[in-house]
């Protein structure tokens, strides 16, 4: 039998060739539209309404991580899809889904379709379809509190078409990339970094491409 040699693969194209032309570092007042000392769930709200509009891409983990269930509170509406899991999957793990932050269907990791979870708990406790805002949050905060179903909140997952957030304590505060195309070959490599789910600095690159 013969064996194939070695796959013969031509040269990697050259990355696109770029001029930096500035970087400021930003500590006090705003940049585009972003407050020093203003909130994560902020910041987020103005950063998705630039994505929406074509304005600004994500670059690497922008609102990837939260830190705690309360977390959830501003950010559901964004989504599409809610699952609570152990650390590692089980066949009891919920999957939820959302419209607007409503919730529309709840299903098992096992594919048994639910009209509430948890099946055992009162109806004014358990998330049910139809559940939203602060009713479905403050639910979500409340069987996270229960030593019976605080395990399911070890692993929290948000899914959209476009992102997706889980929850990681040790990686909620890291640093949020932003791209602005400004002209069509100028661009604004923001990076926003927190303190405490507040805005402390940004640093702002901005390119030019050659």
Avoid at 46 to 67: P, T, W
Avoid at 74 to 99: A, H, K, N
């Amino acid at each position: 039998m013969e064996t194939a040699g070695p796959e013969i693969t031509g040269p990697e194209p050259p990355p696109p060739a770029v001029k930096l032309l500035s970087r400021d570092s930003i500590t006090t007042g705003t940049y585009r539209g972003i407050a020093i000392n203003s909130t994560d769930d902020a910041t987020f709200a103005i950063l998705e309404d630039y994505r929406q509009k074509g304005v600004a891409s994500y670059q690497g983990a922008v609102h990837n991580y939260f830190a705690d269930v309360s977390d959830l509170k501003e950010r559901l509406p964004f989504f599409d899809y809610l699952t609570l899991d152990e650390q590692t999957d089980t066949d009891s793990g919920v999957q939820i889904s959302l419209v607007a932050g409503r919730v529309t269907e709840i299903a098992l990791n096992n594919r048994t379709a639910l009209k509430q979870w948890p099946q055992t708990s009162d109806s004014t406790e358990a998330i049910r379809i139809g559940d939203e805002g602060e009713v479905l949050y403050n639910k979500l905060v409340a069987l996270s509190t229960q030593s019976a179903f605080a395990p399911k909140f070890q692993r929290i997952t948000l899914l959209a078409k476009y992102s997706y957030a889980i929850y990681d304590p040790a990686k909620a505060s890291l640093p949020w990339n932003i791209t602005f195309q400004v002209e069509p070959d100028i661009s604004e490599a923001a990076t926003v970094h927190f303190k405490k789910k507040k805005v402390q600095y940004i640093i702002v690159n901005r390119f030019q491409r050659l």
